[in-house]
């Protein structure tokens, strides 16, 4: 039974990283396409 706790709780730990993770790259490219937008804008 230990050993399901252990690996049921490594499998939320790692579906915790790998959501972060996604959220991270997810932010970075949202930031990138509206400093691309910005840019485009100021250079009217």
Not at 28 to 44: C, S
Request: glycine content about 4%.
């Amino acid at each position: 039974m230990s050993a399901m706790d252990n690996a049921t709780r490594n499998a939320k730990e790692m579906t915790e990283k790998l959501t972060l993770q996604y959220n991270r790259a997810r932010q970075a490219a949202i930031t990138k396409e509206l400093m691309e937008i910005i840019g485009g804008a100021e250079a009217l």
